[in-house]
Nanobody, 119 residues
Framework: QVQLVESGGGLVQAGGSLRLSCAAS????????MAWYRQAPGKLRELVAA???????NYADSVKGRFTISRDNAKNTAYLQMNSLEPGDTAVYYC?????????????WGQGTQVTVSS
């Protein structure tokens, strides 16, 4: 089995920064893409940023230029550096990964970490 554990959320004022981490553990053969999603109250979960195993990344238009996704393959960890935070970024942030545990590739989610941006 594979576990994803997020950390780094919290309360920050508008204009501030936070760095989220997502550590994967378990029976991992290889981690393919990793991504960050978020879900605000009353809204659907949305993709924030994603990164391939080779380091190619893409972002939601709403966070381009403010957020940066990265990963450390040796540590099976992904990061989301969030700068210039806005109240609209308030949400629960979830880590997602496609992980090969052998011949099977599964999709896994973390438990989520709350990010609250005050105005």
């Amino acid at each position: 089995q594979v576990q994803l554990v997020e950390s780094g959320g919290g309360l920050v004022q508008a204009g501030g920064s936070l760095r989220l981490s997502c550590a994967a553990s378990g029976s991992i053969f290889r981690i393919n893409s990793m991504a960050w999603y978020r879900q605000a109250p009353g809204k659907l979960r949305e993709l924030v940023a994603a990164i391939t195993s080779g380091g190619v990344s893409n972002y939601a238009d709403s966070v381009k230029g403010r957020f940066t996704i990265s990963r450390d393959n040796a540590k099976n960890t992904a990061y989301l550096q969030m700068n210039s935070l806005e109240p609209g970024d308030t949400a629960v942030y979830y880590c997602n990964a496609f992980v090969a545990t052998g011949v099977i590739v599964g999709n896994y989610w973390g438990q989520g970490t709350q990010v609250t941006v005050s105005s």
